[in-house]
């Protein structure tokens, strides 16, 4: 999903602010003043409604130099080179035609949120680069009860129609806290519907489910409209009938209640009776009516939601249902689908249980309705009688508290586990009104009289039938290395949290640009340390190049130009693998002991002479070395057309000069330049040079290609060479022009400057090949295959998980003896395990500069998963394990999908589900890359979760503690089932 600027609803090309429109102010203010008025703009509050402004980061922190923004960066202030230009979005674009935005977009990292005021204000001081559209996005508010402000910078999308043309679908991006109305008003716009002809608007499911939207003023998100929703307006007959009349008369002022009714991206053919959904029932062609009760404790709201669902042709067996895609909640459902098929918990829900330990009072908790919607969907799941559900009003109930999950982009099915679980705990907490505690330190108590201490104490303020099948507990140790004092701490825990090993190595693919200008760029593949630095990745690539690493430079390449050049110590962790890597190999100008400096050089294809009108950036930029002193326009421009050769075009052999022979044709090798042809032909092309146009243009230009291209000692003219390109110093963003050189004059360049490197339009396309600086060979080590990546055994996760380690320096512990803090050695172990076992293997690791998926293989057992060796309670017996779930997620960060495998608690069969699908599966399916959460269920464990059955085993329990035991159990004192 991605959407341009703009901020009507709906519109896509309309000028919205144009930035061109507003007057660029002649005075600009000083910088302090700039970064004084920003700065205080900068820190106005988010409020419903208003209008923010994207703008590049990238431009943004040019800017904030420019201006010394950061009190701990105020070198660069006013200093020409830093001069930002007009503001530019270019970077934010996935296309810069249609200016879609690209996805997965990280605020702060890639773009700069802005109110209103400083956008424009940005603007008027800088101008905008001509033709983009400002990116305008809306502040929408989220939450049921803490109200939480946000800007929205991704849109919907949504898919419009006519009832009398459904085939033509013009496809719109809508806010959120747009309302039905506008979006109605939007679609009469599209359609041409004259004002006084009467609407109403359908959303369709599949081919033959409709949805009433009756109310005008609720939002998008209040309909639960998701992403590629299609809606369809009908316009009433002449006769006052509407083309979608249902079995029973329903006028056009009847106030429907908006049904909840979902659909997905995967959902199975549709029958051939056509249904709507009006005021709670569900018609279709046949007159089949269907009521959408959602039973007792239902919801109560203006849209009284239940779950759509696929009636299935026969019984179904139960828990073999599928979960319709939502958009972007594959994740979700993955999720879903193993809570479903945990047996004790399905249980729980299935006998009603849930009803009596609803905590409505909790402040930690979400009224009950967490547990109600989920209650109501595994009661429609485990029926029998679908083969899908839309869990439309569970997502809606799910987004309502936790704001991360109320969009439609993709989320982590662990994190909505995570949250999940401790929702449902707190909804369906016994304890009304939780104590408070003090928390007692181990001072060289038995570990087992600490561990029933804190087990006690966290079951005084916890309990609920998600402690007593989730919950376990750690064994925490701290040890301080300078006075050895020992701190034990046991903690409660909902899931494990596995690392896995990571590798040592990184494979990383690079090209290496060569001072030699006849030659192309070369991939290489090389393997650097993973957690090393710049250096290293030199040192690699010099041993296969054959380039000494002193003599390179690593940068960044994005837009033809350089985003970032790398120092040598900078740590490799900084460069992402979609990053575009160029390595130069930088050589000396002259003389040996001349002083040199290696400057960036840009490509622009100037389409207006007038300052800061704008460009467009070609090819792929350059570093050259030049001399520091002493260096005259002659020699710039003779050193870039050199640099260039390879991508100028050669001339080509007349045909009419049939009398030459080939001993009097002298061709350079690859570029095929003839010496014999004296001049090309320019079919009218006139090359302006500095100082205007001149009658020997043309001559010159094809003189200077000709001799530039080829070995001849005669060397290039400063004349001709600006024939074919200007040249010019810009900023470091490479968007505002510093000065020209004008004829005569030296250079003015220092180690900061950018050289630009112009051509007018009609003379790049006559000379300049533009297919050549895309072309690259490859390295043997491009075609090598890659070595194949070795299994891990889930044991080794855990045993990592349990290892000795130090803690950072930034995550000290305060030793009570020592009275400060000190980088203490930290170690974890298992105490208690629960009945269920949830896995989280770790896959994914990020920081501000590095996001990462671990695709490894970890070889998981299906049954018999002996975790005894890992439980350090000597009274603890064995504890083994049978795989019940398994959330899967294929593709790498910020995307791809999830499904999931399932042992059906009935017929003890593994399915795979995905989405609305379910399929069986077989045991030699599972374990593959793609796992990411796994379910165990203890063997031998009888889970009790109802209040009756726990008070009839306490007494029991309270009976027996008086007589001795006789063997050893699984069940630990901890576990109260």
Known sequence: MAEGGGSEPGTETQPATSAQSL??????????????????????????????????????????????FDSWDMYSVGDCSYFPGPVDNSGLFADQDTQALKEHLIDELDYVLLPTEAWNKLVSWYGCVEGQKPIIRKVVEHGMFVKHCKVEVYLLELKLCDHSDPDTVATRHFSKADTIGSIEKVMRSIFNIPAEKDTRLWNRYMSNTYELLSKPESTVQDAGLYQGQVLVIEQKNDDGTWPRQTPYTISSTTTSRNVGVSSSSADSPSATSSSTMVNGECFNSSGFSSNFSIGRGGSSSSYNSSYSYRESSSQTQP???????????????????????????????????????????????????????????????????????????????????????????QQDSQELLAFLLDGLHEDLNRVKKKPYLYITDANNRPDKVVAEESWRNHRLRNDSVIVDIFHGLFKSTLVCPECSKISVTFDPFCYLTLPLPMKKDRVMEVCLVSTDPLSRPVQYRVIVPKMGAVNDLCTALSKLSGVPADKMVVTDVYNHRFHKIYQMDEGLSHILDRDAIFIYEISKYGEKDQECITLPVYFRERKSR?????????????????????????????????????????????????????????????????????????????????????????????????????????KPTTQKSKSLFSVSVVNSYGVSDINSFGEGKLPKLNSHSIIAVEWDSETKKQYYEELEPESFEKHDSMLQPQKKKTAVALEECIGLFTTMETLGEHDPWYCPNCKKHQQATKKFDLWYLPPILVVHLKRFSYNRYWRDKLDTIVNFPIRNLDMSEFVCDPEAGPCVYDLIAVSNHYGGMGGGHYTAYAKNKIDQKWYYFDDSSVSIASEDQIVTKAAYVLFYQRRDSQITTSREEKEEKEEEEGKEEEEPEEEDVCEDFMDTN
């Open 23 to 68: 007057p660029v102010e002649h005075t600009v203010p000083d910088q302090e003043t700039q970064r004084l008025t920003i700065g205080d703009m900068l820190k106005m509050p988010l409020k419903k409604g208003d209008e923010w402004y994207l703008i590049d980061s990238r431009w943004f922190k040019q800017w904030k130099k420019f201006v010394g």
């Open 319 to 409: 828990g073999l249902c599928g979960l319709s895609n939502l958009g972007n909640t594959c994740f979700m459902n993955s999720a879903l689908q193993c809570l479903s098929n945990t047996p004790p918990l399905t249980d729980y829900f299935l006998k009603g249980e849930y009803w009596g330990e609803i905590n409505k009072e909790n402040p930690l908790g979400m009224m009950g309705k967490i547990a109600e919607a989920y209650g109501e969907l595994i009661k429609q799941m485990w029926s029998g009688r679908h083969s899908y559900v839309a869990p439309r009003d569970f997502k809606m109930k799910v987004g309502s508290f936790a704001p991360q999950f109320s969009g439609y982009q």
């Open 610 to 714: 007038q300052l800061n009108s704008g460009g467009t950036w070609f090819g792929q930029p350059l570093l050259i070395s030049l001399p520091k002193q002493n260096l005259t326009v002659d020699q710039l421009h003779n050193i870039i057309l050199k640099r260039i050769r390879l991508y100028i075009k050669t001339c080509e052999k007349d045909s009419s000069s049939d009398e030459q022979t080939a001993d009097s044709e002298v061709c350079n090798g690859p570029i095929d330049t003839c010496e014999g042809d004296e001049e090309m032909d320019h079919q009218g092309l006139s090359c302006e040079s500095e100082d205007g146009h001149s009658e020997g243009s043309e001559k010159d230009a094809s003189e200077e290609v000709e001799n530039i291209t080829s070995n001849s000692p005669k």
